[in-house]
């Protein structure tokens, strides 16, 4: 049996904000970080974007302005990111505004896809340069009974640890282990909200935007808004899902690598609208990966794409769509399977993203091209909503769950904050 003051579950930016936090007060702390994958995962690994403005990636039901702004000057101080230069900013705010819609102001630094994995690097040796342990392929599978607090004990897929904390920081890939965790120790939770949208991707010289402002922020009428722009040396991805039956579905996203790559011309973001589920209150989880599996269905086991010109005509894009004619782009994801949005995505929620693209377009003329690509699905999780004991996101005695999977964050900043504040419990514990 091995033994440990804390055990981290995930090596994203959560669990190290609380490991950098304990090591840094008592560097005698024997922390263990169980990472299930064979390298770091997490926010950080992919195009690393990082905002540092509330309310951003702060969820407001857990979080208070000044207190996020404390965590977050923390955050800052440890992680010293050079924050991006806006211009120009006042035209588009003032045709926004005349339409109904905010251009939010936020601070922001992006390191792109290969400067994320140039920072884990960092992290991972300074992490173990301050005595802190790693175990990489190695997964808790639950508790080894009994559970009285102060004794906890786990089971991995190689061996039964005991610790004095547990911290749960799993991610939004760790959804349905936190569930797990959760029914097994009895604490109450819902999940009840999720974003469904689409990715748009676009000539940069169609989105100028971006040239001053990295990833603006657009927040419309009736929970529509912008996410996760990215431009330069910009592509869409997909991501790989399994439901609770093991069915396997695609969402869609967007990355960019860093300024040392050779420009594409390109650009994407995601257009998102929140839907909460509440009466009768049902599973976002769920919702989402029905719809996941639906566009599985007339994708043929892909996501789905379709040209801005042929879905103003109301007819399908086919493979002849994508030509080089007045269509004067190829998509970057090429997994992806030509066809009809309108088939697969809700009415209701696919007419309030249309009408916020107009939107978009009046402001940023050229957004709505013929050659722009709409991608779907792109889902993201809001994640459960464990019930807190107290300020510092324990969820029974000594066991805290933190991060995007646990609804304490939207984001690798607010994730980091998330783990300090979590960490601030452990020391005020004395455990």
Known sequence: MNNYDCVIVGSGPAGFGTAFELLKADPSAAVLILEKAEVSTGGLRNDCKMNFSWPIGFPTGVWQQDQAESYLERVIHFLKPDILAKHNLGIYSRRAA?????????????????????????????????????????????????????????????????????????????????????????I?????????????????????????????????????????????????????????DGQPYFSVNGHAWSEKRAQNGLANFAMLKTVRLTEPLASGQDFAEMLGLQAMLLGGGKPLMQRI??????????????????????????????????????????????????????????????????????????????????????????????????GTSRGITAAWASGIRAADGIRASGN
């Open 98 to 186: 005349r339409l109904g819609v905010q251009l939010m102001d936020i601070r922001q630094a992006h390191l792109g896809t290969d400067g994320g994995l140039e920072l884990i690097r960092h992290l991972t040796k300074s992490y173990t340069d301050m005595g802190g342990e790693w175990a990489t392929g190695e997964e808790m599978t639950g508790f080894c009974d009994p559970i009285d607090g102060t004794d906890i004990r786990i089971q991995t897929t190689h061996r039964e640890i005991k610790c004095k904390n547990l911290v749960l920081a799993t991610g939004r890939g760790g959804f349905r282990f936190l569930q797990s965790v959760m029914d097994d120790i009895g």
């Open 188 to 244: 109450p939770y819902i999940d009840h909200i999720v974003d469904i949208g689409v990715r748009i991707e676009l000539k940069e010289e169609r989105y100028p935007i971006v040239q001053d402002y990295y990833d603006p922020k657009f927040v419309f009428p009736r929970g529509v808004r912008t996410f996760c722009t990215n431009s330069r040396s910009a592509y869409v991805v997909r991501e790989r899902y399994t439901n609770a």
């Open 309 to 406: 010109g042929d879905f103003r005509l109301g007819k399908r894009s086919k493979t002849e769509s994508f030509n080089g004619d007045l269509y004067d782009f190829e998509p970057t994801l090429k997994g992806c399977t030509p066809g009809d949005v309108s088939l697969a995505m809700p009415a209701k929620i696919l007419r309030e993203i249309w009408k916020a693209l107009k939107s978009l377009d009046t402001i940023i003329p050229g957004v709505l091209h013929p050659s722009t690509i709409i991608y779907y699905p792109e889902i993201k999780l809001y994640a459960n909503k464990p019930t807190f004991r107290d300020d510092f996101f324990q969820v029974s005695d000594n066991i805290y769950m933190i991060g995007d999977g646990a």
